[in-house]
């Protein structure tokens, strides 16, 4: 069974930072790409940032230079460190696991937790 839990999200005032967490388990952790996704009130969900299997990051616009996407494969864990938060940031942020291969893809999310910026 495939897991992804999310934890730190909160309250936080304009300009303030979190820290999200995600774990993982029932996947080959090392072989995935992992990903941060938000989504807004009546908002499509969208892309945060993603850290491939070999520690290459990307990031959108939105969170660049503001937001660093790391990892830790022993303990499976991915993080998302958020600093001087907008409220525009305010959203559900949700963990992604990924992977693409010639025999097929697998893509799992986990519940979410809940980040709100207050202005």
């Known amino acids: 069974q495939v897991q992804l839990v999310e934890s730190g999200g909160g309250l936080v005032q304009t300009g303030g930072s979190l820290r999200l967490s995600c774990a993982a388990s029932?996947?080959?952790?090392?072989?995935?790409?992992m990903g941060w996704y938000r989504q807004a009130p009546g908002k499509q969900r969208e892309l945060v940032a993603t850290?491939?299997?070999?520690?290459?990051?990307n990031y959108a616009d939105s969170g660049k230079g503001r937001f660093t996407i790391s990892k830790d494969n022993a303990q499976k864990l991915v993080y998302l460190q958020m600093n001087n938060l907008k409220p525009e940031d305010t959203a559900v942020y949700y963990c992604n696991a990924n992977r693409r291969a010639a025999g097929g893809s697998n893509n799992y999310w986990g519940q979410g937790t809940q980040v709100t910026v207050s202005s």
């Open positions: 850290i491939t299997g070999g520690g290459r990051t």
């Open positions: 029932g996947i080959i952790f090392n072989i995935y790409t």
